[in-house]
């Protein structure tokens, strides 16, 4: 495959390979010691329903913690500051408050065994085939990007084989979602979520008395705003110059923030996705299932400190590396040159913010924590794509629709080798996207289509019993062309027409990518939602026999099954906001 | 639907593993205290040792904490009134046998 003819930038010695080797032996034996807990196909695919909150809980944000989250998250604070935070404040704490209060009662409560299979229980099986499919094919992709950029990350880094990082973390994984099925996948974000802590925790500490603490922080970061021709206060503040596009480095208005991120992305991924749903699922009860991502909120509102810190920790220590900002490099062109924006900058290679964070402070010995720990975020974002995969291809594709009616043991066996093959997909794809790197860039705005409009279809469908399968399978296809639409007719101050918008003729211009992002979801999101609603009135109805436990009005009130209030998820959610809030006025 | 126990409690291998972490990252603190050039880094801080320390610590905890935990706390979903419930509405529906 592809290596470059640089010199790697750091190489790891003897003790940092025994870190990562101790690791590797940690994650294979919690598979081997679960070996024999995947009897049935309830255990492999669903834990067999059993696992504490806490347990659910930390696997809830770690399935979500993929490399791209971790080095994307760092890239960000280099590039927007600590707004980046909203990411988090805005863009997922609410939902997850939401989806454990007021979601999570039908997803557990119907039985159902996947989030495609809910559809299908409320609405009908085209809806549900729909989800399923896209969201099968989406898996794999991400998985398959994310593969991709860790394989070159560990290249340009440490001199690894392309070729050779994949196949070691596709193996691994693979053998211990084998072994364990969803119960060792879970256990086994868990650990990583903790070796992440871990690994990162004294990268910020170092971090920041490197950069003379929070106030030395300020001060650089202040002539960086001015110098790109930003507010002073720009990197520090979450909120100030939120009023105009122009005044904040996200490029975004606070109501684009709030509705596009703040509720339809948002909602939509956290509410909906499989992937993170199906942890919760695995809990041992409903109160379980129901405080699953209401405890997972409350390290993830912490989280900005933990990834997006080094970001913005990177751009400010170290003097500058030729050509570049901090301690982050310039992106080079394909002749080798820096590359140079609209504007005349320098355009930085911004991923590479956190992995130079590591390189930069961390001695031998830490510095393979760190690294092991990055590894570690990758392999728990690629068992959560393949054990999702696994089980929505098994229940909603292969089980509806290829052969029904087969005994468990049967769709046991299928659920491994789609194991199997979800990874080869997975690996496929990683290749794929190093060679044609436009196709995963469409792939992912095709997928940013299909999902933005979701939240609508499941709202409606948790809370007007009203709402039909036909409405809601044309409200997901119009809110989807909406999208297209959308995009297709906008496009972001100095992008060019292509894949970043625009191809239906440039009707409007946004101030930043991200402004185009928002409004698209939410211009999906209002389609799908009057769509479902219009075609909704126009069908005929399910007897409301059928929709008991799947829509609020006709579903008993959930009784807590708690030892004491505290454990009470009102209790919980109303403790999470609430940080959530003083945290926004900490930054604001 | 098998109520069977997980068989491994959790807090094992998470404490086991920053126990042997801490002890490899701490020693090599240890062995190298004093190398001003590779401590140059982590601002002369040796940073190897004090975190090695704190993960051996956190690791010990674990095993403490598993080692005397009553066993079987894990309840199946058929013990509680609303597993039986939705296991009796499953049954229903047809999803499960």
Redesign the interface.
Known sequence: METTAAAPVVQLTAVDYLVMAVYFAAVLGVGWALRRVTQTSTDFFLSGRSLPPWVTGLAFISANLGAQEVIGMGASGAKYGIATSHFYWIGAIPAMVFVGLFMMPFYYGSRARSVPEYLKLRFDEKTRTLNAVTFAGMTIFSSGISMYAMGKLFNLLLGWSFDVSIAVSAVIVLSYVLLGGLTSAIYNEVLQFFLIVFGFAPLVWLGMRAAGGWDGLSARLSEVATARGLPEGAYTHAWQGMGSSATNPVGVEWFGLVMGLGFVLSFGYWCTDFLVVQRAMAADSMTAARRTPLIAALPKMLFPFLVILPGMIALAIGGGVAGGEGIIPAKLAAGGAPLVDAAGRVVLDYDLATPMMLVHLFPAGMLGLGITALLASFMSGMAGNVTAFNTVWTYDIYQSHIRRGETDEHYLRMGRVATVAGILLSVAAAYVASAFNNIMDLLQLVFAFVNAPLFATFALGMFWRRSTGHGAFAGLVAGTAAAAVHHGMTLAVGASVGVKGGYFGVVHRYPSELAQTFWTAIVAWVTCFVVTIVVSLATRPRPADELRGLVYSLTPRAVDDVRSWRQRPAVLAAVVLVMTLALNFLFL | ????????D?RL??G???A??GV??GG??LA?AGDAA??E???T?N??LW??A??LA?GALLLVLARRAPRG?????EE????RA??A??KR?G??K
């Open positions: 639907m098998s109520g069977a126990t997980r068989g491994l959790l291998p998470i086991g593993l920053f042997v972490l490899i990252v090599y603190g190298t590779l401590y880094r982590s601002l801080i940073v190897n975190w090695g704190v993960m956190f706390t894990v309840r199946p979903a509680s009134p609303e597993g939705t296991e509405r499953e529906s999803l499960e």
